[in-house]
């Protein structure tokens, strides 16, 4: 998978909400109970009647420069295939480290295993060759767009030049790769 | 109005994170303590001098390597999958504080417990010498030791406050918690620690003149921890949004009492005025003064090691439209 450079983004104008990625991952990823690698996050704004509401599916961002993978005294935490960030669990001694240095509190310990967890961008199933993750592919509005930032003619690479788009937290200066669209 | 929900419900990180529980602020007090301890016997042992140490203070570099391995045990109990620790000695990771911390606790053992050997009572070490004494190797790495002793006390120094610094460097360079994202905790870690290492020493049965001596150099200590207290929070006073939110959990936010009473009033200005009357009076320092030092020094770490996973990054909102 070289030369790839893994990216998701959320249209969050198409984004109801549903939380079907959420459950989705839960169903794929066997996630532990309580647990969840993806989430909701609804922003209401305003004085009614004069609100608007901003919905986002989050997960691990995939930070190009993570946090997480720098204070991994182990080496558990690195970046794994197509730039993505990934945890071996193998060699995770559970210190937390990651927990508290991520900026958007995307991880979290398996009770089951007792190391760190969060989202593989469902490296499993793209090294199967199956081109979707479990988010993406159950969402009903089509809002999750998954794919190669440096191929120009992929559908987020396009939807990245055409569309409007924020990351969570820049200042952080992790440099996310999980966009949100406008 | 802004109003958010989210449905995340992860267990230790929402609503507020506290992944890192009771266990951590104790580690990290036990290895300043030590820090102080190593340094303070390493001084010590350079100095040199005519007077014969007590028997309290000859037998004092041993609290290192014991009061470290509680705090490792402590810091093992924290761990959710314990069974894996060995992997920290695997690899060394130059940009994690942690991995640096794994091979300082290393270091730590020969140095301090070489030294402790070399000024120990001979009246102690001959029937543990005896009892040794076909393992030929020993012989010749005591031999060793009481030849390098002064190399020995500066290594002792050098790990020491290497121990020190990491301690205050692991939550200082975490930018994700503002609170600690402070190049001062190293610093300031440090000196708490030398502080709590001498406060220790005081509770034992030191000289009158060892008492005074440690005690004036408290007193230092504790003058150079306000110090670096009030730059740390003029720092963040000072910083963005999110260094400014973060004070704030000390400025009226949750922890202001148990800041501003346990650590500042009865942990430093309390124990740094009863030295100072101690001291003008020519009184023999007690040991109240130094219980309410230790008492001090854990409540920093415990009050900073909570309300710094309480705090976070606060641009999201700024950053949505």
Known sequence: MSGVRYGMAIDTRTCVGCAACVIGCKTENDTAPDFSRDWIYTLLEGEYPNIRMNIRSERCNHCEDAPCVTVCPTGSSHYGPGGSVQVNPDKCSGCKACITACPYDARHIDPRSGAADKCTFCMHRLEAGIPTTSCQEICPTKSIYMGDLDDPNSEISRALATRDWYVLKPDAGTKPKHFYLR | ?321
């Open chain 2, 1 to 321: 109005m802004n109003e958010f929900t989210n449905t995340r419900h992860n267990h230790l990180i929402d609503p507020t994170m506290h992944v890192w529980g009771w266990e951590i602020p104790l580690y990290l007090f036990l290895g300043g303590v030590v820090a102080g301890i190593m340094i303070l016997a390493g001084i010590r042992f350079l100095r040199g001098g005519d007077e014969k140490p007590s028997y309290a203070l000859s037998l004092m570099p041993w609290a290192a390597p014991i009061a470290i391995s509680v705090g490792m045990f402590f810091l093992w109990l924290d761990l959710e999958h314990p069974f894996n620790a060995w992997r920290f000695y695997l690899t060394f990771k130059l940009t994690s504080p942690m991995s640096w911390g794994a091979w300082i606790l290393l270091g730590v053992y020969p140095v301090s417990i070489l030294l402790a050997w070399v000024g120990t009572p001979e009246t102690l070490k001959a029937p543990v010498r005896e009892k040794v004494s076909r393992f030929a190797v020993l012989l010749r790495v005591e031999k060793w030791a009481e030849v390098n002793t002064a190399l020995l006390a500066k290594l002792n120094i050098l790990m020491g406050a290497s121990l020190g610094i990491y301690t205050g460097v692991l939550l200082g360079t975490m930018a994700s918690r503002p609170l600690w994202n402070s190049a001062l905790l190293g610093p300031l870690f440090l000196v708490s620690g030398l502080s709590t290492g001498a406060a220790f020493m005081l509770l034992f049965g030191l000289s009158d003149e060892e008492r005074k001596s440690l005690s004036r150099a408290d007193m230092a200590l504790i003058g150079i921890e306000l110090a670096l207290l009030a730059l740390w929070m003029m720092g963040l006073a000072t910083g963005g949004s999110s260094s400014q939110g973060a004070l704030a959990v000390i400025f009226g936010g949750p922890y202001t009492a148990a800041f501003w009473t346990l650590v500042v009033a009865l942990g430093l200005l309390a124990p740094l005025v009863g030295e100072w009357l101690e001291h003008k009076h020519g009184a023999v320092p007690g040991k109240g003064t130094a219980i309410l030092v230790l008492l001090g020094g854990f409540a920093l770490r415990w009050i900073l090691v909570f309300a710094g996973q309480s705090t976070g990054w606060v641009s999201e909102i700024a950053m949505r439209q």
